[in-house]
């Protein structure tokens, strides 16, 4: 078994769809990134790079690369997940949680749930968690969106 934490955050920005967990939001304002800025799938791509022992998101997807511009994230996470089987490893269990006070998530997590299993992940290892800040700090602002994950590998 191996374990591995990750964190991201992007900032809100009008004029950009709002895609978390691979699902596109209805909101005024999306997040701002190089790739789609989905916050939530970047936090789970590095918690399972860091259960590999194999750096962070930027090393493997440097925001400098222009085929990563607007890429879809969930492209990057099958890409990891492919890495993880190389290496003889596979997911047994994902917990992650996402810090938004608007818009509402709730309604969403099933469908991001699919979407992750869309990409790769094993049906029903996943929990995905959403709350808000308390109205404090950037998220509580709405100035951001941050995400948390760990990711528990197993050897195959
Ligand atoms: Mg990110």
């Not at 590095?46 to 022992?53: C, E, N, P, V």
């Not at 959403?130 to 528990?152: D, H, P, W, Y």
Request: aromatic fraction near 6%; include cysteine.
């Amino acid at each position: 078994m191996r374990i591995g934490i990750g964190y991201d955050s992007h900032r809100l920005v009008e004029g950009r769809r709002l895609i978390i967990g691979g699902v596109d939001i209805p909101f005024e304002k999306g997040l701002l990134g190089h790739s789609d800025g989905d916050v939530l799938c970047h936090a789970v791509i590095d918690a399972i790079i860091g259960a590999l022992g194999a750096g962070d998101i930027g090393k493997h997807f440097p925001d400098t690369e222009e085929r990563w511009k607007d890429a879809s994230s969930m492209l990057l996470l099958r890409h990891i997940l492919g890495l993880a089987r190389s290496e003889g490893y596979e997911v047994a269990w994902i917990d992650s949680i996402v810090i938004a006070e608007r818009p509402k998530l709730s309604p969403h997590i099933e469908s991001m749930k699919s979407a992750f299993e869309g990409a790769g992940i094993p049906p029903g290892t996943i929990s995905i968690k959403a709350k808000t800040n308390e109205l404090m700090g950037f998220t509580g602002r709405g100035e951001g969106i941050a995400a948390q994950s760990v990711c528990l590998l197993k050897k195959k």
